[in-house]
């Protein structure tokens, strides 16, 4: 690795932030690229442009300018991704998989062609088609693109909710009856090395319909635990994809593990990495794309992560309460984000929380999840 490596991140959102707080311990010159003037990065990188990461030419500008482009968000320009590949620019994730992850139907369908276990789909080029596919539901409508934390989805048991569907062409999943969610993030570099961080187990907000809070070690049988892992492996290497990449997985009331979504990036499943096990998501990724040896997975601590969103019935300014009270409980770590203004359920920052046990942390967990909030 030479001496200072110009590393462009498109998006300059929390997982950036935590991106370059892990990349100051490898003197990388970070350059960003936000559509917002005041995203959580401007202030700790490098070079900071305002723009969108979804024009050609805006991206295209940017890239040249760096040794190595990496994403914190996959909705980018892959035409601009791919002609800065061609030009010699390190791009990772590579445009083939950007493209292929940004369209969800285009994802199913690679599960399918590489033998993923995944849920029964049908693609829908519109709402008329919704008719013909009636005997499939109940199911889950998602948008085949730019849908993601809950946004793009919808539920439809019966005729009575084709109100409710979407237009646009579409991802029609059968509802799947699982027991527990569960992600595993693995990592691969240029060589071919892959690591799979151990499995997180997730709890999903009931309105929001995105991660609430997540525990590590998952509580899931040894033997399911392996399997999860062989097919995030699997799910990586297919792709041949160079980086992080997150794997959301169902496990079924009959044991089985089926692939839901991938995300080729840092991912909210694996926050509590930075503080619980011995190489954080964040290092793993910077790792993995400059080719250097991947580090160690194994937890140093049991683990609860959870999100800290913007409170109901508050628009503005953020401003935080409860963080004595919340740092007074051992094994508590707050991670802010730097967003200057906060809105309801706007994800604003992380709790971890450390126990010897999992059953340690839940407690403690419990005792500081009301506890700090986000007004305005």
Not at 98 to 111: A, M, N, S
Not at 307 to 330: C, F, M, R, T
Request: charged content about 25%; some cysteine.
């Amino acid at each position: 690795m030479k001496g200072e490596v110009k590393l462009g991140i498109l998006g300059g959102g929390q997982l950036g932030r935590m991106l370059m707080q892990a990349g100051l311990d490898f003197n990388l010159y970070t350059l960003v690229l936000d559509p917002d003037e005041n995203a959580p990065c401007k202030d700790i990188c490098n070079e900071f442009y305002v723009g969108s990461f979804r024009d050609f030419d805006t991206v295209y500008e940017f890239g040249k300018q760096c040794d190595i482009l990496t994403i914190e968000i996959e909705h980018v320009n892959a035409d601009a991704l791919e002609k800065l590949e061609q030009e010699g620019v390190k791009v990772y994730p590579d445009a083939k998989t950007v493209r292929t992850i940004q369209d969800k139907g285009l994802q199913k369908e690679f599960y399918r062609l590489h033998n993923i276990p995944t849920s029964d789909f049908i693609l829908l080029k519109d709402k008329s088609e919704l008719e013909q596919s009636i005997d499939f539901l109940p199911a889950f409508q998602k948008l085949r693109r730019e849908g993601y934390d809950g946004r793009g989805v919808t539920r439809l048991t019966g005729e009575a909710d084709f109100g409710k569907a979407f237009e646009e062409p579409s991802v029609l999943e059968k509802l799947v009856d699982f027991e527990k969610e569960i992600s595993v993030i693995v990592a691969r570099n240029e060589n071919g090395e892959v690591t799979a961080f151990p499995v997180v187990e997730l709890s999903f907000h009931p309105e929001h319909n995105l991660v609430d809070s997540l525990f590590a070690p998952a509580t899931v049988a040894y033997k399911l635990q392996r399997h999860a892992i062989e097919i995030a492996t699997r799910v990586i290497e297919a792709f041949g994809m160079v980086g992080i990449l997150a794997v959301e997985m169902f496990l079924t009331k009959d044991g089985q593990i089926l692939v839901n979504e991938v995300a080729p990036r840092p991912h909210n499943s694996g926050h509590h990495t930075i503080k619980a096990n011995y190489t954080s998501q964040y290092e793993q990724h910077l790792r993995a794309i400059l080719n250097l040896p991947l580090g160690s997975t194994e937890i140093q601590s049991a683990a609860v992560m959870l999100n800290l969103l913007g409170e109901p019935g508050y628009d503005g300014e953020a401003k935080y309460e409860g963080l004595q009270e919340a740092l007074a409980v051992p094994g508590v770590y707050i991670h802010l984000y730097g967003k200057k203004f906060t809105r309801p359920a706007r994800k604003m920052g992380h709790i971890t929380v450390l126990g010897q046990s999992i059953e340690e942390a839940q407690q403690r967990a419990e005792s500081v999840k009301n506890v700090i909030k986000v007004i305005a």
